[in-house]
Nanobody, 128 residues
């Protein structure tokens, strides 16, 4: 089972940028569909970006603003978030799943609730 740990959250003004990182341990991240998900305290968890074998998938809400990438040397993934909006304020989670054929399905579908491994999350707050 892969263990995940997020870092890089914080507070930023609207229009600014943040970079989130997710370090994997216990297994090789590139063998998994790796993704970023977010959840408000009273909301459902949603998939916003995922990556496997060089293929990337994005939710419409972040397409063109966020970029997911994989660093195999560090066994990690990152999420570069640009042009942040107040509505991007959420807890952000890193997830991993070995059902790599379903990587795209973890974005913006109910399949997000079946993701196998989660980090503890990192808070992102965007002020207007």
């Amino acid at each position: 089972q892969v263990q995940l740990k997020e870092s890089g959250g914080g507070s930023v003004q609207a229009g600014g940028s943040l970079t989130l990182s997710c370090a994997a341990s216990g297994s090789t991240a590139s063998n998994y569909c790796m993704g970023w998900f977010r959840q408000a305290p009273d909301g459902e968890r949603e998939g916003i970006a995922a990556i496997y074998s060089g293929r990337t998938f994005y939710a419409d809400s972040v397409k063109g603003r966020f970029t997911i990438s994989q660093n195999n040397a560090k066994n990690a993934i990152t999420l570069q978030m640009n042009r942040l909006k107040p509505e991007d304020t959420d807890m952000y989670y890193c997830g991993a799943d070995d059902r790599v054929w379903a990587c795209g399905a973890f974005i913006a579908t109910q399949a997000v609730h079946t993701v196998q491994s989660w980090g503890q999350g990192t808070q992102v707050t965007v002020s207007s």
